[in-house]
């Protein structure tokens, strides 16, 4: 594991929720190394290569649930310009939109995140300013800094992660009002309600 891999581990284990055996989550499905579409493959992969990992576990079909609301985490490939894509806790029910393909390193935790809906991986926007610093979008092609993120469950219950180069926690922002209501920003430096989600 490298020296950024160890760090984020650290500061992950201080924030643990209170451990317990994951169950596989509702609808998801593993897929067994080889057994991926290209894509699939090519984004299990790089996280090995990220990690030194012989074994990444890949699963489909992941729904992020946000517990500060109780609502599915979206993809808005619907909005257009700087908001194309963005990730909001809004959805009562489950459709293409609130479908994800996650590859998570058990050892490390780092994580990468690609929304069905439009087949891209989920970027923290750096470059934005003030209430959209931070946001999750669904609008990336490839892996640079801005996809890494760290996650301190596998998929199967509770879980908070972490943008790697915001070094902060992603949060919903329930208290936002209108289009930014449920807005998956990561800018929290503790877990909390809004930091934890479940998938």
């Known amino acids: 594991m ?20 994951p169950s596989a989550p509702a609808g998801a499905v593993p897929v067994r190394p080889g057994g991926g579409s290209p894509a699939l493959e090519r984004m299990r992969r790089e996280v090995a290569a990220a990690t030194g990992s ?12 946000s517990v500060a609301n109780g609502r599915y985490v979206s993809a808005e490939i619907g909005w257009d310009g700087p908001y194309y894509g963005a990730l909001r806790a809004r959805a009562t029910s489950v459709g293409p939109w609130e479908r994800f393909t996650v590859c998570r390193d058990a050892g490390s935790g ?3 995140i690609r929304a069905q809906a439009n087949n891209d991986f989920v970027s923290a926007e750096l470059d934005y300013a003030g209430a959209r610093y931070g946001l999750l979008r669904a609008q990336a092609e490839t892996v640079g800094g801005w996809e890494r993120y760290y996650s301190n469950r596998e998929p ?3 879980f908070s992660f972490y943008a790697r180069d915001t070094r902060r926690w992603v949060s919903a922002e329930v208290t936002f009002r209108g289009r930014g209501y449920g807005t998956l ?14 998938w």
């Open 54 to 65: 012989h074994e990444v576990s890949c699963w489909r079909n992941i729904t992020i649930r």
């Open 110 to 112: 780092v994580t990468r």
């Open 185 to 198: 920003r990561a800018r929290a430096t503790a877990v909390g309600a809004e930091e934890t989600f479940s």
């Open 2 to 21: 490298n020296s950024a891999a160890r760090c984020a581990a650290a500061v992950m284990a201080a924030a643990l929720l209170p451990l317990a055996v």
């Open 156 to 158: 199967g219950g509770h």
